[in-house]
C-alpha cells in the first residue's frame, strides 16, 4: 500500500546568512523568543531584535543570496528593538512592516528603503495584523492592518497604506530617471497617516488581540455615517474579552468641558503673567516630540475570567467569523465572534500553534492534484490546523464541529506559518480560487513545505 503524502516540498531558506540568527543549534526556530517570522507566497522574512534577512525559495531563488538585509535605525538611548514584522502585499507591489518596541511602525522596501515611519502608540507593538474582508472573489469590502499594542489596538485602512506605498514607488521611479531630485531619507516625505487608536484595556491588558469585522450599532443610538468595528482580545488577567469600537473620538461631556476649558484658562494666565513680568528671551526650542492622538470610543461587551488560566495566541478565519485562541493551561478555544460563544474546546495542546486552512474534504483525488481543474471556494471545507510541537503532530480539523481529519508527523524545531492577506490580487479570477494554505518550515534542515489540500 502506497505511502500517503500529506506535503509538498516547495524550497528550501538553508544559508550561511541564517547563522546570525542563531541556527545552527538544536531548537532556534522554536526557542528564541526575539525571533520573528513573516511569510509571503515566494520569500520569507526573519527577524531578531535589530536586524531583517529576507530570503526567497520559490521560483528558482537562491537562498544563499538574500533578496535583502535590513537593519532599521532604532533609539540606542531607549534600548528601541524590532517586535513586530508583517507583509504588506498590493497586488504586485510589496513592502514589509515592522513594529517596534517602543510603538513606531515602520515601512520598507524589499530593497531596505524606508518608506514611512510613524509612532502609533508608545508601547511594545506585539502583532501586526493584514486582513481583508471580501463579499465575493472580485468585490474587497474592506482592508486593514492592524496593530496590536498591551491593552491598545491601532487600525490603519488598507486603502490609504496602499495609496502611500504607490506614491512613494512612482517618487522613486521618478528620481531614478531625474537625478537631480535627492532620495528622501527621512521615511517621512509623506503626510502621517490617519489611524483609529482604541484603549482596550477595561479587563486588564491583552497579550494578542483582532479587530474581526464590522458590527451595527449599539440600540437606541442615532445612525451616523461612522463604522462600529467588533474586536476580540486575550490576555492574562481575562481569556477573552470582546469590545465594541467606534471611530468617533467624542468624550463625555465632563471631558469636553475640560478639554476646552483647561487650554483655555492656562493660556489666558500665560499670556497675563507675560504682560505683567519680563521675562528674557527664551533660548530656542527643540523639535516637538511626536504626540500619539485620542482614543476612540471602545465600549465593552463581555469577558471570560477564569484563573489562571491566561489567553495567550488568537488567529482568525477568513471571515472573521471564528476565532481558535490559545491558552496557558493547553487547551484551545474556537470562539463565535459573532454569537461570542465558545463553540469548541480541545485539551491536552500545550505550546499549540493554530492557523485556519482550506481543504478538499471530498471529491475526486485525481481531479484535485490535476494542475487543468480550476476549483472554486465551494469545493473546499474550513479547517483548522493545529501544531502541537510536545506530540510532534500537525492535526487538521473540520470546522466547526467537524472530525479530526489528518495527523500528520512533524519533525522536532519546526514552525507553521500561514503567508500573509493579499490585498485585492490581481491573480484572482472568476474561474480560479486560491485557498488558505498552511506551510511548515523545518528549523533543523531549512526545507518548506506546504500541507497538501486533500487526502491523496
Not at 63 to 69: N, Q, V, Y
Not at 131 to 138: A, E, H, L, V
Not at 204 to 231: K, N, R, V, W
Request: one cysteine or more; aromatic letters at 8%.
Amino acid at each position: 500500500m502506497a505511502r500517503r503524502n500529506y506535503m509538498t516540498e516547495i524550497g528550501s531558506i538553508a544559508c550561511d546568512d541564517l547563522t546570525e540568527l542563531g541556527s545552527g543549534k538544536e531548537g532556534w526556530l522554536i526557542d528564541n523568543p526575539n525571533l520573528i517570522v513573516a511569510l509571503d507566497t515566494n520569500s520569507i522574512a526573519l527577524s531578531v531584535r535589530y536586524h531583517i534577512l529576507v530570503l526567497g525559495f520559490s521560483n528558482g531563488a537562491d537562498p544563499s543570496k538574500p533578496l535583502a538585509k535590513i537593519q532599521p535605525d532604532l533609539n540606542a538611548i531607549e534600548a528601541e528593538y524590532i517586535s513586530a514584522i508583517e507583509w504588506l502585499v498590493f497586488g504586485d507591489d510589496r513592502a514589509l512592516a515592522i513594529g517596534t518596541s517602543c510603538g513606531y511602525l515602520m515601512i520598507f522596501s524589499l530593497r531596505g528603503d524606508l518608506i514611512h515611519k510613524q509612532l502609533v502608540y508608545p508601547g511594545r507593538i506585539l502583532k501586526l495584523r493584514v486582513r481583508g474582508t471580501k463579499r465575493d472573489m472580485n468585490e474587497e469590502v474592506s482592508s486593514e492592518v492592524c496593530v496590536v499594542i498591551p491593552g491598545i489596538i491601532g487600525r490603519f485602512d488598507g486603502s490609504v497604506v496602499q495609496s502611500m506605498l504607490q506614491s512613494w514607488l512612482e517618487e522613486k521611479q521618478r528620481q531614478t530617471w531625474d537625478q537631480k531630485a535627492p532620495p528622501d531619507e527621512s521615511g517621512n516625505g509623506y503626510a502621517k497617516l490617519p489611524y483609529q487608536l482604541w484603549n482596550v484595556n477595561k479587563y486588564g491588558s491583552c497579550a494578542d488581540a483582532a479587530i474581526t469585522g464590522i458590527m451595527p450599532p449599539p440600540l437606541m443610538e442615532l445612525q451616523s455615517s461612522q463604522h462600529y468595528y467588533s474586536a476580540v482580545t486575550v490576555g492574562n488577567d481575562a481569556v477573552i474579552s470582546a469590545f465594541r469600537l467606534s471611530e468617533d473620538r467624542s468624550r463625555s461631556l465632563v471631558g469636553a468641558i475640560l478639554s476646552k476649558v483647561v487650554p483655555a484658562t492656562f493660556s489666558t494666565i500665560a499670556t497675563f503673567s507675560k504682560m505683567i513680568w519680563r521675562s528674557e528671551p527664551s533660548p530656542p526650542t527643540k523639535k516637538p516630540e511626536e504626540k500619539p492622538q485620542s482614543f476612540a470610543r471602545a465600549s465593552p461587551l463581555t469577558c471570560l475570567k477564569d484563573s489562571p488560566r491566561k489567553g495567550e495566541k488568537l488567529t482568525l478565519s477568513p471571515g472573521g467569523t471564528l476565532a481558535a485562541i490559545t491558552d496557558s493551561l493547553g487547551r484551545i478555544l474556537l470562539l463565535d465572534t459573532k454569537a461570542l460563544v465558545v463553540v469548541r474546546l480541545w485539551k491536552g495542546y500545550r505550546d499549540a500553534s493554530c492557523f485556519f486552512m482550506e481543504m478538499l474534504v471530498k471529491g475526486d483525488s485525481a481531479a484535485s492534484t490535476s494542475a487543468y481543474v480550476n476549483h472554486v471556494k465551494n469545493d473546499y471545507y474550513l479547517c483548522l490546523a493545529i501544531h502541537a510541537p510536545k506530540k510532534e503532530i500537525i492535526e487538521i480539523w473540520q470546522m466547526r464541529t467537524g472530525p479530526r481529519l489528518l495527523t500528520i508527523p512533524c519533525p522536532k524545531g519546526s514552525k507553521i506559518l500561514q503567508p500573509t492577506y493579499r490585498f485585492g490580487s490581481s491573480s484572482m479570477s472568476t474561474s480560479s480560487y486560491a485557498p488558505l494554505e498552511v506551510f511548515l518550515l523545518n528549523g533543523d534542515s531549512g526545507q518548506l513545505s506546504v500541507l497538501n489540500r486533500s487526502f491523496s
